[in-house]
């Protein structure tokens, strides 16, 4: 296998708060502190793109851009928690940038050594990630971009993982066969079941395993032990029972 294709979010790397503590820090910083949360939270359940996998965004967002669609649903959301019409406007536009605020942002502590360890063992890098467009910006203030061949985001592609649309669009622009590459990342449905679906392999990595799916780890250290276990499997090299018994990690 030559391409280690990353999921970015839970995978690589988190957002203290996510998307709900966004929102919720804005409204501290204007100075409302009588909206928790556990108020905003429930109501980030549904209405993101990735909510939608099926559903390009060209007919999702009728005519907006990314985040004039996400704007609008941020407005609403502050509606909905008691903001009135115009503040909740006003707020909704700066979640963009209090979205990538990168004091927020964290790296886990296993991911530069197994980044620099694929790279060492001649593999290249690739995130595949369900995300804002401008993710870029937040890989390049967290010093990453030199690990990466490749950064393929679903605000730019205009599809969301687990469509085969986005597995096809990624392959294509790198120009390599599905054989040659491995999806890695915390979703089951969007990162294994997308990948597998579009005849990548794949490892299911931080998450539980809920689904017992084979090629399964906890520990970042144990990727590229399964990663040539998948190559050994795929060459005809070992048992189903054996391949079992290495990858259950």
């Given at each position: 296998?030559?391409?280690?294709?990353?999921?970015?979010?839970?995978?690589?790397?988190?957002?203290?708060?996510?998307?709900?503590?966004?929102?919720?820090?804005?409204?501290?910083?204007?100075?409302?502190?009588?909206?928790?949360?556990?108020?905003?939270r429930?109501?980030?359940?549904?209405?993101?793109?990735?909510?939608?996998?099926?559903?390009?965004?060209?007919?999702?967002?009728?005519?907006?851009?990314?985040?004039?669609?996400?704007?609008?649903?941020?407005?609403?959301?502050?509606?909905?928690?008691?903001?009135?019409?115009?503040?909740?406007?006003n707020?909704?536009?700066q979640?963009?940038?209090?979205?990538?605020?990168?004091?927020?942002?964290?790296?886990?502590?296993?991911?530069?050594?197994?980044?620099?360890?694929?790279?060492?063992?001649?593999?290249?890098?690739?995130?595949?990630?369900?995300?804002?467009?401008?993710?870029?910006e937040?890989?390049?203030?967290?010093?990453?971009?030199?690990?990466?061949?490749?950064?393929?985001?679903?605000?730019?592609?205009?599809?969301?993982?687990?469509?085969?649309?986005?597995?096809?669009?990624?392959?294509?622009?790198?120009?390599?066969?599905?054989?040659?590459?491995?999806?890695?990342g915390?979703?089951?449905?969007?990162?294994i079941?997308?990948?597998?679906?579009?005849?990548?392999?794949?490892?299911?990595?931080?998450?539980?395993?809920?689904k017992?799916?084979?090629?399964?780890?906890?520990?970042?250290?144990?990727?590229?032990?399964?990663?040539?276990?998948?190559?050994?499997?795929?060459?005809?090299?070992?048992?189903?029972?054996?391949?079992?018994?290495?990858?259950?990690?």
């Open positions: 296998m030559k391409y280690l294709l990353w999921d970015f979010d839970n995978t690589l790397a988190y957002r203290e708060g996510a998307w709900s503590g966004t929102l919720h820090s804005i409204l501290k910083r204007n100075g409302i502190h009588n909206i928790n949360l556990e108020d905003i429930p109501f980030l359940n549904i209405g993101f793109p990735w909510h939608s996998p099926e559903i390009p965004h060209i007919l999702l967002f009728n005519g907006t851009i990314w985040w004039e669609y996400m704007n609008e649903y941020f407005a609403e959301i502050y509606e909905k928690v008691g903001i009135n019409r115009d503040q909740a406007i707020y909704a536009s979640v963009q940038n209090e979205y990538k605020n990168i004091e927020k942002w964290h790296l886990y502590d296993d991911v530069i050594p197994t980044l620099q360890d694929a790279i060492k063992n001649n593999y290249k890098n690739v995130i595949l990630s369900n995300h804002i467009p401008d993710l870029h937040i890989i390049d203030q967290l010093n990453i971009k030199k690990y990466f061949d490749g950064i393929y985001t679903s605000g730019k592609i205009g599809h969301e993982k687990p469509s085969l649309k986005f597995y096809d669009y990624v392959i294509n622009d790198l120009k390599i066969e599905k054989t040659k590459c491995i999806m890695i915390d979703n089951y449905n969007a990162d079941a997308g990948a597998l679906h579009a005849g990548i392999q794949a490892i299911l990595v931080r998450k539980s395993n809920d017992n799916y084979k090629f399964y780890s906890q520990d970042f250290k144990q990727i590229l032990k399964i990663v040539r276990q998948i190559s050994t499997i795929e060459e005809g090299g070992i048992s189903t029972a054996t391949e079992n018994a290495v990858c259950g990690n």
